[in-house]
């Protein structure tokens, strides 16, 4: 009896290691594709954004479309959408928006507003397509925020 106890134990303990072992082989990933198409080629490495159109654009409620540049010039970065959601935390310490692009096709904007650990007011905002090699991400400057463009890589790891 002791033996038939030692082999079940032997079976259940090698029914695990094998199990896992077949799982860890079979994980795979995608290795970076740098030849996607870029969106973004013909505008700036940095656009600069006023905290105002951003506060506009985190003023849309679902379903509605918006036509804005998302430039403080008012017309290096055409946007044009509709809103898919929105997120409001009820304290107040968040907002965010996510608006699907009709002019960049499978494109989203995200923009968060928020209060960090010290309580101060922040954005952020990543303007993101799965299908293409660039993408904009909102960064605090000096002067305010402005869009930095980035390879999709830098933001995203597959």
Known sequence: MKNLRICFLFAIIANFYFSFNVNAQNATYREPDYNKPRFFDA????????????????????????????????????????VLSEVNREDGSLRRIMIKSTNYPEATLTIWKFLDTQGILRYKARILSFTHGDAYELE???????????????IINE
């Open 140 to 154: 605090k400057i000096a002067s305010g925020y402005a869009f930095i463009k980035k390879g999709f890589y830098d």
């Open 43 to 82: 505008y700036p490495n940095e656009i600069k954004i006023s905290t105002t159109i951003l506060d506009e654009l985190l003023a849309s409620r679902p379903d509605q479309t918006i036509s804005k540049s998302l430039s403080s010039d008012n017309n290096t970065l055409p946007f044009q959408g509709k």
